[in-house]
Nanobody
Framework: QVQLVESGGGLVQPGGSLRLSCAAS????????MHWYRQAPGKERELVAQ???????NYADSAKGRFTISRDNAKNTVSLQMNSLKPEDTAVYYC????????????WGQGTQVTVSN
């Protein structure tokens, strides 16, 4: 079955960096767009970054210039390098893929907590 397993979250001071990783299985990873979302307490889940099959990327305005999404199709992993972190980046970060044969179409990992605080 489809599995998305995130890792790399933690507590970091403002201005610091973290690298999140998502290990994917159960589908042909190289064929699908991958996403990172986040959800802060009391807020809706929001798209942070996406990467196409060939490596084209898009970012939320809040992430531009600070975050970098990448993928390794040989290892079935997608990563999110986060630099210059701010307290408002505090959230649970989720890996996501939409697959046409699954119900629901949207597949999510369990999430990894990122806390930016002194």
């Amino acid at each position: 079955q489809v599995q998305l397993v995130e890792s790399g979250g933690g507590l970091v001071q403002p201005g610091g960096s973290l690298r999140l990783s998502c290990a994917a299985s159960g589908f042909t990873f190289s064929s699908y767009v991958m996403h990172w979302y986040r959800q802060a307490p009391g807020k809706e889940r929001e798209l942070v970054a996406q990467i196409s099959r060939t490596g084209s990327t898009n970012y939320a305005d809040s992430a531009k210039g600070r975050f970098t999404i990448s993928r390794d199709n040989a290892k079935n992993t997608v990563s999110l390098q986060m630099n210059s972190l701010k307290p408002e980046d505090t959230a649970v970060y989720y890996c996501h893929v939409r697959l046409p044969w699954t119900i629901p179409l949207d597949n999510w990992g369990q999430g990894t907590q990122v806390t930016v605080s002194n």
